[in-house]
């Protein structure tokens, strides 16, 4: 079973930054691709980064030149590092990991962008 444990969500004015951490319970390495989804109220889930196992890197528009995913190997880590936050990018953050055959999901976290 493979646990995924996020943390650094919050609120923060518009403009400024928060980093997300998501620690994984199994080697980095097991996982095609690590990464973000968003979910805002009445609104689908969205992708917002992912970084695969070969270390290349997927963002959605929104996220291009304002958010980088990153990981720590050694420590089964992926980060989203947000800059110039809006307040439409209030939502719920999930992490998640895919495997060839499943994909495991963060509990998610309350990212609030206050205007």
């Known amino acids: 079973q493979v646990q995924l444990v996020e943390s650094g969500g919050g609120l923060v004015q518009a403009g400024g930054s928060l980093g997300l951490s998501c620690a994984g319970s199994?080697?980095?390495?097991?996982?095609?691709?690590m990464g973000w989804y968003r979910q805002a109220p009445g609104k689908q889930r969205e992708l917002v980064a992912d970084i695969r196992s070969g270390g290349s890197t997927n963002y959605a528009d929104f996220a291009k030149g304002r958010f980088t995913i990153s990981r720590d190997n050694a420590k089964n880590t992926v980060y989203l590092q947000m800059n110039s936050l809006k307040p439409e990018d209030t939502a719920v953050y999930y992490c998640?990991?895919?495997?060839?055959?499943?994909?495991?999901w963060g509990q998610g976290m309350q990212v609030t962008v206050s205007s």
């Open positions: 199994k080697s980095i390495f097991l996982f095609n691709a």
């Open positions: 998640y990991a895919r495997t060839v055959v499943s994909t495991y």
